[in-house]
């Protein structure tokens, strides 16, 4: 009995640090290998179209990852086609090596800004698309197989501003 009370205090205690929190999804990427084609989709619908909103990217990388940055192509369609496109840079480790990311053994997840007080005023299914986009120094030809990263996440939350 005891435990059971311990367990529902702390689900309660979890589940109230993320009132802001929307929209949550991870996709795996197949063997921690990760193509230069192949896009993250994500499909979400139905956020308050009265509030301000800010999205983030979750990387999660092993210690494979052979680079101390990520970048990354990012485009947001709209349900009514419009779409954004960006090139974004990540830093995803210090001069020194460390990861920045948080967690415990080999996996570290970053939280990464993706767009900040956005407002989702249609109807209808939002998409977002991420792929990487690295490549070796002085390399013109973008890395084909990117190792290392092990899930690619999208997290809408409500902002606080």
Not at 5 to 25: G, K, P, R, T, Y
Not at 104 to 119: A, D, P, Q, T, Y
Not at 122 to 144: C, F, P, Q, T, W
Request: aromatic content about 12%; glycine content about 8%; proline content about 3%.
């Amino acid at each position: 009995m005891r435990n059971v009370l311990i367990f529902l205090v702390f689900a309660m205690a979890m589940s109230s640090c993320d009132d802001q929190l929307v929209f949550s999804e991870y996709k795996p990427i197949n063997k921690g290998e990760w193509n230069m084609d192949s896009e993250v989709e994500f499909e979400f619908y139905g956020l308050d179209s009265t509030v301000t909103h800010n999205m983030f990217i979750n990387i999660r990388n092993d210690d494979s990852f052979p680079f101390s940055n990520l970048f990354l192509i990012t485009e947001l369609e709209s349900p009514d086609g419009n779409t954004l496109k960006d090139t974004l840079e990540y830093r995803m480790a210090e001069p020194t090596g460390e990861w920045l990311g948080k967690g415990l053994g080999g996996v570290k997840e970053s939280k990464l800004w993706f767009r900040e007080n956005i407002v989702f005023p249609d109807s209808g299914v939002y998409k977002v698309n991420i792929s990487h986009a690295m490549r070796k120094n002085g390399d013109v030809e973008g890395l084909h197989t990117l190792k290392g990263i092990t899930d690619v996440g999208l997290e809408i939350e409500k902002s606080t501003q």
